[in-house]
Every structure is written in structure tokens, then in C-alpha cells.
Nanobody, 120 residues
Framework: QVQLVESGGGLVQAGGSLRLSCAAS????????MGWYRESPGKQRELVSS???????TYADSVKGRFTISRDNGENTIYLQMNNLKPEDTAVYYCKASRRRPFGGSWNYWGQGTQVTVSS
């Protein structure tokens, strides 16, 4: 059972930066496909960025060029560096770890979320 704990959220002015962390226990994140998601009131949870076990990265169009996802295998932690933050980035950010099961389906684990608030 993988447990994920996010941290690093907070209140920042527009144009500022934050770095979110997602620390794992009970499993090695290097063997999982990882994702950062966000959810704001009235909106569905959306994928912000992903990092596969093979180091392939994806970014939502709204964050390309501003956010960077990375992984530190020694710390068993993934990060989301967020620069040039905008008020529309305000949301609760969640990390997710996924891995396919050998005979179908997948294991999916979520963290508890961390609040990011960007003031204008």
C-alpha cells in the first residue's frame, strides 16, 4: 500500500513560485507513473502534469512553460515546480501514483492534497 503526502502549497501573489512535493512510503515511486492533478470549486479534477516510470513527461496546455515535474528517486519524492503563477492556478493539488496490475486493471493511490492560492 503506497501512501502519498503532498506539501508545499500556500498563498502566493501572481507571478510568484511554489514547489510542491509528494513524498511516498510503502513503494518506490520510480516504478509508478506519477501525476499531479488539481481541483478547484465547480470544476472537475484535471491532470496538470505527468511523469511516467520511463521519464516521459506531459503538461496541460495551461501550464506548459511554467510548471516542471521531476522525481528524486533517492528521496522517493516527486515535485512540481510552479513558476509565474496565475490566479487561475488556484486549486487543491493532488499527486497520484499508478501502476498496471499484471492481469488487468491498475493500482491507483492518491495523496490528501495541498491548497495553492494565487492572489491577483
Amino acid at each position: 500500500q503506497v501512501q502519498l503526502v503532498e506539501s508545499g502549497g500556500g498563498l502566493v501573489q501572481a507571478g510568484g513560485s511554489l514547489r510542491l512535493s509528494c513524498a511516498a512510503s510503502g513503494g518506490f515511486l520510480s516504478t509508478y507513473d506519477m501525476g499531479w492533478y488539481r481541483e478547484s470549486p465547480g470544476k472537475q479534477r484535471e491532470l496538470v502534469s505527468s511523469l511516467t516510470s520511463g521519464y516521459t513527461t506531459t503538461y496541460a496546455d495551461s501550464v506548459k512553460g511554467r510548471f516542471t515535474i521531476s522525481r528524486d528517486n533517492g528521496e522517493n519524492t516527486i515535485y512540481l515546480q510552479m513558476n509565474n503563477l496565475k490566479p487561475e492556478d488556484t486549486a487543491v493539488y493532488y499527486c497520484k501514483a499508478s501502476r498496471r496490475r499484471p492481469f488487468g486493471g491498475s493500482w491507483n493511490y492518491w495523496g490528501q492534497g495541498t491548497q495553492v492560492t494565487v492572489s491577483s
